[in-house]
């Protein structure tokens, strides 16, 4: 399952952006789905994540009610609207792909097989 991540660019801090994680080849209705950045120097980190069937997400502390993740599984796309984005949000933004398991811990990088290119977002202060 190919992912292409999308939508990233520059933006001062307390704008907006979204980003999209498209599948292509295989439908992504039997993946749960996450999202994690990379900063230069840093190491990858969590960002959110969503089960299966859309119905439950998690999210990183850091993130939490200024970021919102949802699906179309049937458009194959999972979206990741980021809003109030602060400089320290500043990274490379990957997505990535796993068979869902219900006993899997999203957050762990090493838990998905399927990577996508990231797409860098910028926040100027």
């Known amino acids: 399952v190919p992912l292409q991540a999308s939508g990233g660019g520059l933006v001062q801090a307390g704008g907006s952006l979204r980003l999209s994680c498209t599948a292509s080849?295989?439908?992504?209705?039997?993946?749960?789905m996450g999202w994690f950045r990379q900063a230069p120097g840093k190491e990858r980190e969590f960002v959110a994540a969503?089960?299966?069937?859309?119905?439950?997400?998690y999210y990183a502390d850091s993130v939490k009610g200024r970021f919102t993740l949802s699906r179309k599984n049937a458009e194959n796309t999972v979206s990741l609207q980021m809003n109030s984005l602060k400089p320290e949000d500043t990274a490379v933004y990957y997505c990535?792909?796993?068979?869902?398991?219900?006993?899997?811990?999203?957050?762990?990088?090493?838990?998905?097989?399927?990577w996508g290119r990231g797409t860098q977002v910028t926040v100027s202060s």
């Open positions: 990535a792909a796993r068979r869902s398991s219900y006993y899997a811990t999203l957050s762990i990088p090493a838990n998905y097989a399927l």
């Open positions: 080849g295989r439908t992504i209705s039997s993946y749960d």
């Open positions: 969503i089960r299966m069937n859309g119905g439950i997400t």
